[in-house]
């Protein structure tokens, strides 16, 4: 394998959009938490380590113009590919660096409002995480924000000896790194086939088996065939990152902020006896058992009180990011399915298809007003916890110009991409979410195209691609044709007003 400080260099890691690494995200994270937010407006600076394909950092570059970013990865091929697409959108307030952890302290890096880090923490060595921390500790800026995701325990202990037994058998074959993981997965098949005591009196290791191996494979291979790979409670984070002067605020994920939506009463009740914030998180993961944790830090942010995070929640502004008629009456969360009831969520919906609004805004409707300011709150904080939701801002025309430009980049770059796309939308200062079809229709928009439908049946066939309904495959051009018909008259009528609405087109 080729290795660079313990990570794997040979294949690039997946293209994708992090939304909650956005500033305005981790500022409302903060908000919620009652710390001091970054003054996004006054200009700020964002710094992430790892990169990766840079998509997070040029979209977030492009929503926010007032603020610097800068972007470090070692992998040559996602520093250029991120770099081009900067180019391509003129995206001027974005820096690549190419470079290793033991380069940083070589590299002429400002202080920072921000430094995130995502996919890194768990797969880089005791020595590059000793680097990480002396750089947190000299380039953030007292009341800085510092986002980190980690594999965690005890979630991945029924998973973790899966994870050895695939790296340490592709270790052991001849080949390049591709067919040493495609040899690997195919071995642990087998061995599941053969009745292996692991797999049979483990069926949690056994579906999540099963679902790697329906996953992209240069996810898997930078997720399990790295070199470093470590799990971590969360107290030894906590202690490792308060060397650089870094205390724990929450989860980067809104929905595990609220416990309403994780945990049943009585584990509520169990949870609120514990007055230690660290103890308390380490018996979270004991109870609903994340592999995953994406914990947000500040270094010495202000406490501010209930009045004044009322104010700044008062001043938010929140716009609908799917169509209302695409909102189900219910979500999924770890506690169960949680219905919404109509007569509370409808007159916050009907108010926010018009147009984002702040929540003093919302207010101002007497049908929302009566429903009261708290019920209110609680019901935003649901919608944004099932993504129906996100925060908004209105948007100077420069920014819209410049998402623009990286929207038709990222459409244009990505023709042949079959999967969801995520897109720039100036009022949420984040992105969207677009399948293919969608961005097919997009680029008929942008070109003026006279036959939306007999361009994307062309493009459909030149891929090999058959739409469906009712489940059934229409195998027949004129099926194809009438179907499409369909989606172009309801993405007209529901989704590309919502995008015009958000900015993205």
């Not at 697409?85 to 302290?105: C, G, H, K, Y």
């Not at 409670?233 to 990152?241: F, P």
């Not at 409707?365 to 708290?374: D, I, Q």
């Amino acid at each position: 394998m080729e290795w660079q400080d313990g990570y794997i260099t040979e294949v690039e890691y997946v293209h994708g959009v992090y939304r909650e690494l956005g500033p305005s995200a981790l500022n409302f994270i903060l908000l919620l938490q009652s710390r001091d937010p970054v003054p996004l407006k006054e200009g700020f600076s964002y710094l992430d380590l790892g990169c990766g394909q840079g998509e997070s950092v040029n979209l977030f570059a492009a929503c926010h113009p007032e603020g610097q970013f800068h972007a470090v990865d070692f992998n040559a091929a996602h520093i250029a590919g991120a770099r081009n697409v900067a180019r391509q959108a003129s995206i001027q307030n974005v820096t690549f660096w190419e470079a290793s952890f033991a380069d940083l302290p070589e590299l002429d890096l400002p202080q920072f409002d921000f430094i995130v880090l995502h996919g890194i923490y768990s797969w880089v060595g005791p020595e590059n995480r000793q680097r990480i921390v002396d750089f947190l500790r000299t380039h953030l800026k007292s009341g800085g924000v510092v986002y980190v995701s980690y594999n965690s325990l005890p979630g991945w202990s029924s998973y973790a000896p899966l994870r050895q037994l695939l790296s340490s058998y592709a270790d052991t074959q001849p080949g390049n790194l591709e067919e040493r993981v495609e040899r690997a997965l195919r071995f642990a098949q087998r061995l599941k086939s053969a009745g292996a005591s692991f797999f049979s009196t483990n069926s949690a290791a056994r579906d999540f088996f099963d679902y790697i191996c329906t996953l992209p494979r240069n996810y898997v291979v930078h997720e399990f065939f790295n070199r470093d790979w470590s799990l971590f409670y969360h107290a030894e984070v906590v202690r490792n990152l308060a060397a650089a002067k870094l205390h724990f605020v929450g989860s980067a994920n809104l929905a595990e902020n609220q416990d309403m939506l994780r945990f049943s009463a009585e584990q509520q009740q169990v949870l609120g006896a514990i007055s230690d914030r660290v103890m308390r998180e380490t018996v979270k993961d004991f109870t609903v058992a994340p592999l995953l944790r994406r914990d947000i830090f500040t270094k010495g942010g202000r406490r501010i009180p209930a009045v004044e995070q009322l104010r700044h929640v008062g001043e938010t502004g929140f716009a609908l990011v799917v169509p209302r008629a695409r909102v189900e009456y219910k979500a999924a969360f770890p506690i169960g399915e949680v219905a919404l009831e109509p007569l509370l969520y409808d007159p916050i919906l009907l108010a926010l298809e018009e147009r984002p609004q702040t929540l003093d805004q919302l207010l101002s409707h007497p049908e929302v007003e009566s429903l009261g300011k708290t019920r209110v709150i609680e019901a935003l904080m649901v919608l944004m916890a099932a993504d129906y939701v996100m925060t908004a801002v209105e948007p100077a025309l420069y920014t819209t110009m410049t998402t623009r430009r990286l929207n038709n980049a990222i459409i244009e770059r990505h023709l042949d991409n079959l999967e969801k796309k995520t897109l720039a939308s100036p009022v949420l200062q984040s992105g969207v979410k677009v399948d293919w079809l969608e961005r097919l229709l997009l680029l008929c928009e942008i070109r003026g195209t006279d036959d939306p439908a007999a361009f994307i049946w062309g493009e459909m066939r030149q891929r090999e691609q058959l739409l469906s309904r009712e489940g059934e495959i229409l195998t027949t051009e004129e099926e194809n044709l009438a179907e499409l018909a369909r989606v172009i008259a309801v993405f007209r009528e529901e989704k590309l007003p919502l995008l015009r609405q958000l900015g993205v087109f």
